[in-house]
């Protein structure tokens, strides 16, 4: 279970000075029950893409505590991004990644998500408002990528989002909903159409490659 993953993290919130892990904290079973529903299940979806195979790049846009970051790089990730807008949320972040060793695989920026659209990344999940999610859509370097999870959207807001999606050649593999938050896994399907053309007849085919 990724839960046991997450037990050995050392993670310090972005609202409070402490330090905290699973397996430490009083009164706190092995579960992480301190993240919101969100976060919680952000990473339960990480995990499960991280179960099909190994994005090697990856890009967190909405970093908080930088815990998203850091399961991805203990799960295999060789590179990640980590970006956030709020300037107590990155400084949180380089702590984090500091104090659980791993500054060579994870860099923290801050900066708003839809200007790092561009970079190169196999998966990318962003966790934050709907109305900058909404902005990530409109960029067409964001569906290069070949998986993407999206949470921190609320309910109907976030079947609009899927709905919108699957009209292209994205599939949805995982939905997790808790507490009416719905977080979304999308396996970005690329596609070639080919026409070919005889005397008589036009042809059309596709193929989806991965």
């Known amino acids: 279970m990724f839960t046991r993953f997450l037990e050995r993290f050392q993670i310090q919130r972005n609202f409070s000075r402490k330090t ?19 976060t919680r ?18 890009l967190d846009l909405g970093t908080g505590s930088g815990i998203q970051a850091l399961a991805a790089a203990k799960w295999g990730a060789e590179k990640v991004l980590a970006i956030d807008f709020n300037e107590l949320a990155v400084e949180t972040t ?3 990644v500091l104090s659980n060793g791993e500054s060579q695989r994870i860099e923290v920026k801050m900066g708003k998500a839809e200007d790092f659209t561009e970079e190169e990344a196999d998966l990318v999940f962003a ?18 990528k070949r998986w993407f999870i999206f949470s921190g959207v609320f309910g109907e807001n976030a079947e ?8 292209g050649s994205v599939e949805i593999v995982q939905r997790l909903k808790e507490k009416n938050w719905l977080t979304s896994a999308f396996h970005c ?8 053309h005889s ?5 059309k085919f596709s193929l989806n490659f991965d």
């Open 20 to 38: 905290s892990s699973a397996a430490g904290m009083k009164g706190r079973p092995p579960s992480f029950s301190f993240l919101n529903p969100t």
């Open 41 to 58: 299940t952000c990473l339960e979806t990480l995990w499960e893409i991280y179960q099909k195979e190994k994005p090697k790049k990856v």
């Open 94 to 96: 380089l702590r984090n």
């Open 127 to 144: 966790n934050i408002h709907l109305q900058v999610i909404e902005s990530l859509l409109k960029k067409k370097a964001f569906f290069k």
């Open 160 to 167: 609009e989002i899927e709905r919108r999606l699957i009209q």
């Open 189 to 196: 399907v690329r596609k070639i159409t080919f026409y070919l």
């Open 199 to 203: 005397k008589s007849k036009k042809f």
